[in-house]
Each structure stands twice: as structure tokens, then as C-alpha cells.
């Protein structure tokens, strides 16, 4: 099964790359699995023709905005942050700059071709720059090798993700796209200007990809840091130069598409995305045994995936802390001290007695709680550490479930009615938005999402009362009692 996390993650790439560096990690799921197409047509059927309307921010700028939450994905890809870390192993390392190496061909004969069929010689100049910019790239690929003493790439074939990859942007290049002649029929220059415009609609997010990646992973170093294994790669897609070359491409792709319909604008809208999706494959496809740390792994399909959500009960659900209710309903519903109770019933203690054992826990509770939490945190700034953090969540468990003990052996919560239990979960207040959020996340089909809410509330009823008050608990949501 693999474990999907939100599209926005909750680990900041600062955090996963310590933990990854930390050398603490847990398994990341394997790549998704790639499969060669065996039509070369450049994209899928059109869907509807409506127009996408220019802004004066131009479409790659828009087309970056719209699609970045592909980006996300590869940079949280286990390859991306094991490279930024420093971590990654260098039999991975080969195995990529071997992939790339192939795919920087592919991407010098794409611009060769969208050369040919720009009929502008300002563009024509600029597609020759960009060519040249890819040059120097193999240029750095290949002082890797020669540092190496082998030739990688000659060792290492195609793999799957890479060929679909060259695949695509040689068809593009060629013209073999969804409603375009045949590239030996186009008659015209403009009918040849679109071509270099589809390519570089398949060429850009690449392009832009790779800069922001750059400069995501030059702020996670310290400035001193000279020997980082991966410093050369990650000066050169963070340098000026590169980021240059990635706006230069924007801007072509913007000029290019000025004179195209909409229907045109939404082909190239379509080969961005691919793009875009052939890039995380591409990163996914990398060979890496070693596990990390990761909050994401792929898009989610639900045919195969499953959403894990976990969500804590107490302050994140609820607007205040659950855990007394328990005790305010046993001692409300206790007999006072005076009264005889019934016979077969258990036996419980006066609302009195109730009242002073729950304060003397409460107050053993508060006291232990606050040594606690005095004996994990540093007195200083440190930085992040598996080990201590794992150790500290450690200390944390076992307190609550020392505290849980003297809980159940005083036997405050003894003889509880059910309903009365049930009736308070009802009355209990939720956050703002809460029942909305898990409404949208149990009626999504698409999602084939599991919920699991953590509490160390002593019912299980309580919680699920609460949530009734709002919405039936799905049979996908799970309350989970520590």
C-alpha cells in the first residue's frame, strides 16, 4: 500500500532535508510504474476547444501557476532530496546523469528542429541560444563522467521514463501533434511557426523546472558549504545563467504564441502538462535502494492508491480539551453522599469523592505533564535530530500512559451511561470548517481516502458523537484510542 500525504505538505523541504540527512529514515513507496505508449502522437485526444485568453503575465507564467503543483511533486520526490541533502547515493547519482545525458540530446535535436521552423530570425537566434545553453549542460554532464574514470552512459540504457520522455518532445518537435498536418503537408510558415511553438510548450516546463529546483536547494545549504558531493549540479541550475536561460525560454514560448488561436493556445496548454508529468516519471524512475523520508510520493490514482488522513481529536478538532468531560459527566450523574444506590448496579463513589480524586489526578497530571515536557526540551538551540526527537516523543508516551493508569485504577469513570457519553459528544464544539473539511474528504470518491483520528480520550463513543452532530461517520473513518 502506499502512503499519500497532501499536495501541500506539512514538512518544509528545510526539515525533510535535515531529516534526510539525519540518515533516519522510513521506506519511501516505489516508483510509479512507467509504461511506453505506443502511439507517438505528442498528446491525448482535445477535449473541449474553449479559448485560453493571454494575460499580460504571459501563458508560461500562467501555465507555471497552474501546474505547479507537478513541481511540488518532484521536489519532494526521495531523488530530489536525497541529491539536496547530500545523502544520495552515488551508483544513483551515475545512474541519473547517464538518464539525463540522453534526454539533453533529445532536448538539443528538439530546439534544432523548432529552429528550422521559426520563420523569425530573432527567434531562430534566441531557439540556437537556448541549444547552446543545453551544450554546455552536457559539457557539465560529461566532467562528471571523466571525474568517474567510466563512461555511465555507454553502461547505462534507456530506461522507460526517459525514452517516453524523448519520445514525446521528437514528436512534438516533428509535428506530430493532435491537429496539425502532416509534418510534409504544412504549406505555410505560420502552419511551421506553430511547431516551434508546440515545442516550446513541451520544452519550457523542463526548463523552468529545473531552475526552481536549483534555487529550492542552494537555500537549503549554509553559505560556507564547499563540500556538499552535489555542489557542481547544484551551482549550475541555481546560477544566474541558468535562470536566465529558463526565462529566455518563457519569453520565446510568450512570443511565439501571440498570433495562435485559442484552440492553439489550449494544445499548448496540454503539451505543458504532459511535460510537467513526464518530469515527475522522470525523477520517480531514478533507481534509488536507499529509503527516505518523504511527504509525498507520486499523484494519486485512486484505482491503485489509498489516502491515509490522520488528524488529532483534542484542540485540533475540538475547541477545548476533551479529556475532563469524561470525569464532569461521572461526577454530575454520581449519587451524592446521602443517597443509597440501587442493588446490582456498580458500585460507584459520591459526586463528593469523584470531585476530590479528579482534582488530585488533575493536578498530578498538570504537575508531571510540565517535567515532562522541562526534561525533553534543549535549553538551547540545536539543530534537528532524529534520535532526540524519537526519544522525546518516547518520554511524551509514556507519561500519558502512566497518567491513563492511575485514570482507570482510581475508577472515577466507572458505571458511565452510554447515552449520557453519547449526549455530550453531541453538545461537544468543533473548530470552524471542521465537519466541512472531513465532509469533502468522505464524499470524494476519487480519493479512495482511510480517516484516522488519534486521541488519547478515553471513548471512543465521545468522538464519534461529536462528529455525528455534523456528519454520519463513515465506515472509512477510523477512531483511534491511545
Request: aromatic share 10%; net charge negative; charged share 25%.
Amino acid at each position: 500500500m502506499r502512503l499519500l500525504f497532501s499536495s501541500s505538505p506539512s514538512y518544509p523541504i528545510k526539515t525533510l532535508f535535515q531529516l534526510v540527512r539525519s540518515h533516519q529514515r522510513v521506506y519511501s513507496s516505489p516508483p510509479p510504474p512507467t509504461r511506453r505508449s505506443s502511439n507517438p502522437m505528442a498528446i491525448p485526444p482535445k477535449s473541449s476547444a474553449a479559448a485560453v485568453i493571454p494575460t499580460e503575465e504571459g501563458i508560461a507564467r500562467r501555465f507555471w501557476i497552474t501546474f505547479r503543483r507537478e513541481s511540488v511533486f518532484s521536489l519532494y520526490s526521495p531523488f530530489s532530496l536525497c541529491l539536496a541533502s547530500g545523502s544520495l547515493k552515488i551508483d544513483t547519482f551515475r545512474h541519473y546523469i547517464a538518464q539525463d545525458v540522453h534526454f539533453l540530446k533529445a532536448f538539443a535535436q528538439a530546439y534544432e528542429l523548432a529552429e528550422d521552423c521559426a520563420d523569425d530570425d530573432d527567434a531562430k537566434l534566441a531557439i540556437s541560444e537556448l541549444r547552446k545553453g543545453v551544450l554546455e549542460e552536457l559539457k557539465m554532464h560529461d566532467s562528471f563522467v571523466q571525474e568517474w574514470g567510466s563512461d555511465c552512459v555507454k553502461e547505462s540504457p534507456v530506461n522507460a521514463a526517459t525514452l517516453k520522455y524523448t519520445e514525446f518532445l521528437l514528436a512534438t518537435a516533428s509535428g506530430k501533434v493532435e491537429g496539425l498536418k502532416a509534418p510534409g503537408k504544412l504549406a505555410t510558415p505560420f502552419e511551421k511557426t506553430k511547431i516551434a511553438a508546440y515545442t516550446l510548450g513541451a520544452m519550457t516546463p523542463c526548463m523552468r523546472l529545473y531552475a526552481f529546483l536549483g534555487k529550492e536547494f542552494q537555500a537549503l545549504l549554509e553559505p560556507n558549504e564547499h563540500d556538499h558531493p552535489y555542489n557542481k549540479w547544484i551551482e549550475n541550475y541555481s546560477s544566474e545563467s541558468f535562470q536566465a536561460s529558463a526565462l529566455q525560454t518563457e519569453d520565446l514560448l510568450d512570443k511565439l504564441s501571440v498570433s495562435l488561436t485559442g484552440e492553439e493556445l489550449n494544445i499548448i496548454e496540454k503539451l505543458y502538462h504532459q511535460a510537467m508529468k513526464l518530469e515527475i516519471e522522470f525523477f520517480y524512475a531514478q533507481p534509488l535502494t536507499q529509503p527516505t523520508v518523504v511527504p509525498l510520493t507520486k499523484e494519486h490514482d485512486p484505482a491503485q492508491d489509498r489516502l491515509m488522513l490522520f488528524s488529532d481529536f483534542d484542540l485540533t478538532c475540538t475547541v477545548v480539551d476533551s479529556s475532563a468531560i469524561l470525569a464532569e459527566i461521572a461526577i454530575v450523574t454520581a449519587p451524592k453522599s446521602d443517597q443509597n444506590q440501587p442493588e446490582g448496579r456498580i458500585a460507584r463513589m459520591s459526586s463528593a469523592e469523584l470531585r476530590n480524586t479528579w482534582g488530585i489526578l488533575s493536578r498530578q497530571f498538570t504537575e508531571e505533564y510540565e517535567q515532562c515536557i522541562e526534561s525533553i526540551l534543549p535549553s538551547d538551540k540545536v539543530e534537528f535530530n532524529y534520535e532526540a526527537l524519537l526519544k522525546a516523543l518516547e518520554q511524551l508516551s509514556d507519561f500519558e500512559k502512566r497518567a491513563n493508569s492511575r485514570v482507570i485504577e482510581s475508577g472515577v469513570l466507572k458505571g458511565l451511561n452510554l447515552e449520557d457519553i453519547k449526549r455530550a459528544g453531541e453538545r461537544l464544539i468543533l473548530q470552524d470548517g471542521c465537519i466541512n473539511f472531513f465532509q469533502k474528504i468522505t464524499k470524494n470518491e476519487n480519493l479512495n481516502a482511510n480517516i484516522h483520528v488519534l486521541s488519547y480520550c478515553w471513548c471512543g463513543d465521545l468522538i464519534r458523537a461529536a462528529f455525528s452532530s455534523g456528519m454520519s461517520v463513515p465506515s472509512r473513518c477510523y477512531i483511534i484510542i491511545w
